[in-house]
């Protein structure tokens, strides 16, 4: 008698938790914890195959409309459920996912089937080009913020950054140092090894920052980090680019003031995170002083357009085998 009573409380517990389905029950009861994610999301990329499934238990054969559901938390994507039967046969609900998600984060569904209630989440993964080195062993986190005067919408940190800028001087935010048209190799690190070979090739297959020239590169090549798509050697991730001098130029002048105040006071939080030196020993210069920013603009063969983040805040050109900051533009 002690027994059976024993697997009865096991049973009903059981059941109320999902693990029978038992169609007696009037209102469904949804196993919100155990429900399970397949598929893969990436920011920027239209799903492929991606879907919920939830197990409950519950409902009596009711009947329940299908159900359309957009994401919250990463925009972007649908969770559709279409009209069905609870059952006894397969005591679960699929809940298939399409779109494409605008950044990179958690994407979450706040389902109610049949009257029920339950909130699905999954991870979005940031997406960069492979074969790309990262300095801190992460992706930079993708999250966009838009500069409302300018409507134009960017990455909310520097390539290589762990966080947004709290100041300007924030050293979390300050990222990495790219020689101008070379990928995320490896020598934008700010510890990276140095050289004084110049490469042949735009891919030099090294991780070290190339010294003693105004360029890294033999032959010139000034079409690299070219074109809407980011164009050659592009460190930015899938959907983003270097910005045009046009582009830099037009949110400098859209900051309250037109200095390292009014560069951190905009949307895009800009920081003074310095330069990396193509001469002498390559070493870090105006950390925590001054800001510079490529864009892909090549005005020579061995200069290019940047913008210059100081006291009084302009458009420069500089050598391409310095090291500057990164920040990309959406396409």
Not at 60 to 73: L, Q
Not at 104 to 115: D, H, R, V
Not at 128 to 145: H, M, N, P, R
Not at 257 to 278: C, E, H, I, M, Q
Request: net charge neutral; hydrophobic share 30%.
């Amino acid at each position: 008698m002690k027994r059976f009573l024993i697997y009865q409380i096991l049973l009903t517990a059981l059941t109320s938790y999902g693990a029978f389905c038992n169609t007696t029950i009037t209102s469904p009861l949804l196993d919100c914890a155990g429900a399970t994610f397949n598929g893969t999301l990436l920011h920027n990329q239209a799903v492929s195959t991606a879907y919920f499934v939830i197990s409950y238990s519950g409902g009596a054969g009711a009947a329940y409309t299908a159900e359309t559901v957009n994401s919250t938390g990463v925009t972007g994507l649908t969770a559709r459920l279409a009209a069905g039967v609870f059952s006894s046969e397969t005591c679960q609900l699929i809940y298939n996912v399409s779109g494409t998600p605008a950044s990179s984060g958690t994407a979450s569904f706040a389902i109610s089937p049949g009257g029920a209630s339950c909130t699905l989440s999954a991870t979005v993964s940031a997406t960069y080009a492979s074969g790309l080195v990262f300095c801190g062993g992460t992706q930079t986190y993708i999250s966009d913020v838009t500069n409302p005067s300018t409507g134009k919408i960017w990455m909310d940190r520097n390539l290589g950054a762990s966080q947004v800028a709290t100041s300007s001087t924030d050293a979390s935010a300050y990222g990495d140092l790219y020689q101008w048209g070379r990928s995320a190799d490896g020598h934008q690190c700010r510890s990276s090894s140095t050289t004084s070979t110049k490469s042949s090739s735009a891919q030099p297959n090294h991780s070290d920052f190339i010294i003693g020239h105004d360029y890294w590169l033999n032959p010139n090549d000034n079409n690299l980090w070219q074109g809407t798509s980011g164009g050659v050697n592009s460190p930015c991730p899938a959907g983003y680019r270097l910005p045009t001098d046009a582009e830099l130029d037009a949110e400098r002048t859209s900051w309250g003031s037109n200095d390292k105040a009014g560069a951190f006071g905009s949307p895009l939080k800009w920081t003074v995170g310095g330069y990396r030196n193509s001469y002498g020993i390559g070493n870090l210069v105006d950390v925590g002083n001054n800001g510079y920013y490529w864009t892909s603009y090549s005005t020579s063969n061995n200069w290019a357009k940047e913008l210059q983040v100081t006291s009084a805040s302009t458009m420069g050109n500089q050598r391409k085998a310095f090291g500057h900051s990164v920040r990309c533009i959406k396409n």
